[in-house]
């Protein structure tokens, strides 16, 4: 089966600038998460799709927005970046949108700010 | 709001080894706990879980109990080898707005030969 698979793996944006982050789901999964990981800290939740559906979100303000497409992948998207948002987003799917469906991460994509 | 601690790394060890990385953690109602490994090079995976208190988590060798009454989910491994040499996160789901899994912040783990 094929894993969690992030585009790109490294970008480099300016200030001001938007982005667009993708993610392939594994096969059969139906849920996203997206995670911010700044250098040397765990992976804080954006937030989460379930069926195309935003199904929860944490504490990250509305420049950060995302979709689901029908066949389960997704984007993350940033606008106003700031020199903060540099980090390690992760992408994670499930089998579900519960804690019984341990999340599987792709490798992530770095982003620096400049 | 729910919140996960873990022991600051990194920890080195030896080979064979006896390996504790204690978590503690603060939430609302009962979550289920886990644990996940980052290796180097690769994406996070998830090592255990424990969904209820008093239960035992167990893979590769690792096991984690969550302790209610003490809110700890400790990761311990009786013999660590160099391929153990990770990143480990200790981690609650949250079923509040919304599902989702709150990370501690890692602990680095170096085994020697």
């Known amino acids: 089966e094929t894993g969690v698979t992030q585009s790109p793996t490294h970008l480099i944006k300016t200030r001001g600038q938007q982005v667009t982050l993708r993610c392939s789901s594994q096969s059969g999964h139906n849920t996203v998460s997206w995670y911010q990981q700044a250098l040397g800290q765990g992976p804080q939740f954006i937030f989460q799709?379930?069926?195309?559906?935003?199904?929860g979100r944490g504490n990250f303000p509305p420049r950060f927005s995302g979709l689901q497409f029908p066949n389960y992948s997704s984007e993350l998207n940033v606008n106003a970046l700031e020199l903060d948002d540099s980090a390690l987003y992760l992408c994670?799917?499930?089998?579900?949108?519960?804690?019984?469906?341990?999340?599987?991460f792709g490798n992530g994509t770095r982003l620096t700010v400049t | 709001g729910n919140s996960v601690t873990q022991m600051e790394g990194p920890v080195t060890l030896s080979e064979e080894a006896f390996l504790t990385i204690n978590c503690t953690y603060t939430a609302t109602g009962y979550p289920s706990l886990f644990w996940y490994v980052q290796y180097p090079g690769e994406g996070l995976q998830l090592l255990l879980k424990a969904t209820k208190a008093d239960d035992k988590g167990s893979n590769k060798g690792f096991e984690a109990t969550y302790r209610k009454e003490t809110t700890s989910f400790h990761l311990e491994k009786g013999s660590v080898q160099v391929s153990d040499s990770a990143v480990y996160f200790c981690a609650l789901s949250d079923r509040t707005g919304g599902f989702k899994t709150i990370f501690g912040a890692g602990t680095r783990l170096f085994v020697k030969a």
């Open positions: 799709y379930y069926r195309e559906e935003e199904n």
């Open positions: 994670a799917s499930s089998l579900g949108p519960g804690d019984d469906s341990p999340l599987h």
